[in-house]
């Protein structure tokens, strides 16, 4: 069986779509399933087997630069052209990808469904904030309605989305499967090695958060919890994996705050190297996103034996609901810092956590949804309908 992927985003754009494409890419061999992908050429990368990089000019969003606004001529040129040598259509974005896809599908009559990554009734208020969030919210629930109804099958990441979705007035079959992620990879960083490089003591207790530096992702809620953290244990550590747009004015709210020594922004990170060592050297795993449909940095964190400190909204719910390896603070600023300054004074519970956090990993193993992918692909060639 032969898969082609589409997506308006991929490596090396990094975001929970990019991760989800490339697990399922490379793990879907095991099951004898090909993948191909179509995706944007942003400037000079390698060219790569299966990979096919949409050529011309990607004209950035006004709103972010790490994004593309891909030719629409160019797209659906290409995802027709190497959609004729397979077998089903896997959208993962909404935008020119997703109208290439399914207009490739119907032309060669071939199944079709896409993945709901993004709740867009959230994100849109942080982009467009000169209109009312009902106003904005009512255009999101068409768009995404009209768009779901169009596909054969949707899959979404968790059972708050499949919710919302249902909502909407989203008729055909979803199926809520998470991504999944590699364990063995995130048991393997090395924490000295971070630790030496970053100039941290061993001993000084470090916080991690690691995502796009983005508004929705609530990072503001972080530093403030984290300039009254620091009135009790002033030695606390925040690290910052991440880079986006919203970074300098977090940069500039970290000084206004007075705790720029105690907040240190890090960037991207390769995520087959030094993001390992990163998740290895914290001792504690913190976040505060209210938009996920699925929160794969919570296990990834867990499985590299990170407990887990987070606010449960919306697809976070799936991985925190069960309490193990993780506290869940109710979503208030005074909450989150007496759970952070708990961990932190309580030897017995930090071990109990660090204990659980990797069993509770297993369970979102890429192995196990994978397998549940490939059965779902498999269905749907086979139905008769289309």
């Given at each position: 069986m032969r898969v082609l992927m589409v997506s308006d985003?991929?490596?090396?754009?990094?975001?929970?779509?990019?991760?989800?494409?490339?697990?399922?890419?490379?793990?879907?061999?095991?099951?004898?399933?090909?993948?191909?992908?179509?995706?944007?050429?942003?400037?000079?990368?390698?060219?790569?087997?299966?990979?096919?990089?949409v050529k011309g000019r990607s004209i950035p969003f006004v709103s972010d630069v790490e994004d593309r606004r891909l030719s629409w001529r160019k797209m659906k040129r290409t995802v027709l052209e190497r959609a004729r040598d397979c077998d089903l259509i896997h959208i993962h974005t909404p935008f020119i990808a997703h109208y290439a896809g399914i207009r490739a599908a119907r032309r060669l009559n071939l199944p079709v469904l896409a993945t709901y990554h993004t709740l867009f009734t959230e994100?849109?208020?942080?982009?467009?904030?000169?209109?009312?969030?009902?106003?904005?919210?009512?255009?999101?629930?068409?768009?995404?309605?009209?768009?779901?109804?169009?596909?054969?099958?949707?899959?979404v990441p968790s059972a708050a989305m499949l919710e919302q979705l249902t909502a909407y007035g989203v008729h055909v079959p979803m199926h809520i499967l998470p991504t999944g992620i590699p364990l063995e990879k995130f048991a393997r960083g090395d924490r000295t090695a971070f630790r030496q490089k970053h100039g941290l003591d061993a001993?000084?207790?470090?916080?991690?958060?690691?995502?796009?530096?983005?508004?929705?992702?609530?990072?503001?809620?972080?530093?403030?919890?984290?300039?009254?953290?620091?009135?009790?244990?002033?030695d606390l550590l925040l690290l910052v994996a991440g880079d986006g747009p919203a970074l300098p004015e977090l940069r500039k709210e970290a000084e206004?705050?007075?705790?720029?020594?105690?907040?240190?922004?890090?960037?991207?990170?390769?995520?087959?190297?030094?993001?390992?060592?990163?998740?290895?050297?914290?001792d504690v795993f913190v976040f505060a996103s209210l938009t996920e449909t699925q929160g794969m940095v919570l296990p990834e964190a867990m499985a590299a034996g990170l407990p887990v400190i987070a606010l449960a909204r919306?697809?976070?719910?799936?991985?925190?609901?069960?309490?193990?390896g993780c506290i869940a603070p109710p979503e208030d600023e005074?909450?989150?810092?007496?759970?952070?300054?708990?961990?932190?004074?309580d030897a017995a519970l930090r071990e109990r956590?660090?204990?659980?956090?990797?069993?509770?990993?297993?369970?979102?193993?890429?192995?196990?949804?994978?397998?549940?992918?490939?059965?779902?692909?498999?269905?749907?060639?086979?139905?008769?309908?289309?």
């Open positions: 985003v991929y490596f090396p754009r990094i975001n929970g779509v990019s991760a989800s494409i490339e697990t399922f890419r490379k793990t879907l061999q095991s099951c004898d399933i090909e993948v191909d992908i179509v995706v944007p050429r942003y400037g000079n990368e390698l060219e790569e087997d299966g990979v096919t990089r994100y849109l208020q942080y982009y467009v904030p000169f209109l009312p969030h009902r106003y904005l919210s009512r255009i999101a629930r068409n768009f995404s309605r009209r768009q779901c109804n169009a596909l054969n099958a949707v899959v001993a000084r207790p470090v916080a991690l958060f690691v995502g796009r530096v983005a508004h929705e992702k609530n990072i503001g809620f972080l530093l403030r919890v984290w300039a009254q953290a620091l009135r009790q244990k002033p206004k705050l007075g705790i720029a020594h105690a907040i240190k922004f890090l960037g991207y990170l390769d995520r087959n190297g030094e993001l390992l060592d990163c998740y290895a050297a914290a919306l697809g976070t719910c799936d991985i925190l609901e069960a309490g193990k005074g909450a989150f810092t007496e759970a952070v300054l708990r961990f932190f004074s956590l660090q204990t659980e956090a990797p069993e509770t990993a297993r369970d979102w193993s890429d192995i196990a949804s994978t397998r549940r992918m490939a059965e779902l692909y498999r269905s749907m060639i086979s139905s008769p309908a289309r």
